[in-house]
């Protein structure tokens, strides 16, 4: 029995994918809250890399992935997150809004 789509949450590390200017000069990397629809954890990854590549991005890191549930219940559920989960649509499975760019000094 194939397991249903749910929305999870984490907060992603990326890095420019070679050859790749995706975050702007002298950006080495960024992190952003990510929503999207999965059956699982490493569904999840998949989906959201997937998307991330077709931007010219790849994740290095997946930090405190959980599914949105478990968000609400623990009151983690800030109004960006809020934002993201009600954009979440089959059509449109993975949202983000604003990628924190670090260059070589911040890291």
Known sequence: MKRP???WIALVH???GRGANALGDGQRGAF???VALA????AYKETVSNELSSIGLVAIEFDDLQTAE???AEDRI???LQAL??????QYPVQ???FHSYDEQDS
């Open 5 to 7: 789509l749910r929305p």
């Open 85 to 90: 989960l009600g954009a979440l649509s089959n």
């Open 70 to 72: 478990a968000y609400i």
């Open 96 to 98: 983000y809004r604003n």
């Open 39 to 42: 059956t699982g954890e490493d």
């Open 32 to 34: 952003a809250n990510i």
């Open 78 to 80: 800030s109004p960006e």
């Open 14 to 16: 990326v890095v420019p």
